[in-house]
């Protein structure tokens, strides 16, 4: 994701970020690159350089974050509209996170001037109709623009009605949800305060079984971790003000067995699994056969996994220097991961631990 320091929207930052990740990783990796109207005349070379696709934000960060995020958010229909129509010319899919500024904005002020700092404050200033009203917006400039647009970590069920009625209409649109939208309501937020703050926030029952009914029917398509860690430190500033915390839950080390859960509850098909986790996103985003399928010519690049193995999650034994603000400690998961592999080799092996750094190679879309 782009929104690191320096933020990824120049082709010569990406290709820094490119060679700083490969002499360090054991998996491989795609970089997404940030897309505006302040950085329009980069976006062409940004494809050129191997972005596998381009994120734009439709709501603008918390102020003291905005070194992160800088070019890589709109706050209006025609600066999205601008984006969209350059990123259309690189042929890459355009990643939208789709929260509505203007009124995400306006009751974030309605809280401060309420003085909420309460968790559940963090909430009530992004109700259900922030991501649905920004949803439509880039669905309908999606439609005049002929793009091809991807909503990133959906959490309302009413989006999932205007997704899939656009997918009906024709419109070039996918979408992926979290475990964290198919697991948690917003009561989350009273029982663990700032780690549960992430954007868009937990939501209600109802949403939640859409999520997880959408996935199995296919009206989501896949299923991402929107892994966004933060010191324990900076999590904890949270309890006094909500507003002082940063968004952000880690997820990376988790989705296999949490969505293998939802297997052995009978609320998803094992063979749901591949399909919402790797081939969906290989064909969306350029990468398929080669990535998201296993036959001859494919790289094997395999979990293989003990379904029969219950264990428990333990925050301090994962591998994020985030583990203190994990919202899965202590939950029963089914399914172990035994080994993966990268191109045939292995990178992980359960007990074991990892290979050397640089097994990993980057991904672009062909
Ligand atoms: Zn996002």
């Not at 647009?149 to 205007?162: E, G, P, Q, Y």
């Not at 937020?189 to 109802?206: C, M, S, T, V």
């Not at 293989?304 to 193995?309: E, F, G, M, Y």
Request: charged fraction near 25%; charge should be negative.
């Amino acid at each position: 994701m782009p929104n690191t320091e320096p933020v990824v929207t120049t082709a010569e930052i990406l290709n820094e970020k490119a060679r700083l990740v490969k002499n360090k990783s054991v998996c491989n990796f795609g970089l997404i690159a940030g897309a505006s109207h302040e950085n329009l005349s980069s976006i062409s070379e940004l494809s050129k350089a191997g972005a596998v696709a381009f994120k734009t934000y439709m709501v603008a960060p918390a102020k003291e974050r905005e070194k992160e995020y800088a070019g890589t958010f709109v706050t209006n229909s025609a600066q999205l509209f601008q984006t969209m129509e350059e990123v259309n010319k690189t042929s890459r899919v355009h990643c939208i996170h789709a929260e509505c500024d203007s009124t995400v904005n306006l009751l974030s002020e309605k809280m401060k001037k309420d003085k909420r700092k309460d968790p559940l404050a963090h909430y009530d200033s992004r109700p259900n109709f922030t991501e649905e009203e920004a949803v439509s917006d880039a669905l309908i400039l999606s439609e005049y623009l002929h793009a091809k647009t991807h909503f990133v970590h959906v959490s309302a069920a009413r989006s999932v009605d205007l997704l899939s009625e656009a997918k009906q209409r024709g419109i070039d649109v996918t979408s992926e949800t979290c475990p964290q939208y198919m697991i948690f309501s917003k009561e989350i937020l009273e029982k663990k305060g700032p780690y549960a703050k992430f954007n868009p926030p937990p939501r209600d029952p109802e949403d939640i079984e859409r999520m997880i009914r959408s996935l199995a029917t296919g009206e989501i398509d896949m299923v991402s971790t929107d892994h966004a860690p933060h010191s324990n430190s900076e999590k904890q500033r949270g309890w006094n003000d909500i507003f002082a915390a940063p968004s952000g839950t880690p997820g990376v080390e988790t989705r296999l067995p949490l969505l293998l859960n939802f297997v052995m509850k009978g609320r998803l098909k094992l063979s749901d699994i591949p399909r919402i986790t790797s081939t969906a996103a290989a064909k969306r985003f350029g990468i398929f056969p080669s990535k998201g399928s296993i036959q001859t010519g494919s790289d094997a690049d395999l979990a293989i996994v003990d379904l029969n193995q219950t264990w428990t999650i333990k925050a301090s034994e994962l591998q994020t220097k985030a583990w203190e603000t994990v919202l899965y400690d202590g939950v029963e998961v089914n399914g172990r991961v035994k080994y993966a592999l990268v191109s045939g080799q292995i990178a992980y092996e359960d007990g074991a631990g990892f290979a050397s750094p640089g097994l990993g190679t980057m991904v672009q879309p062909s």
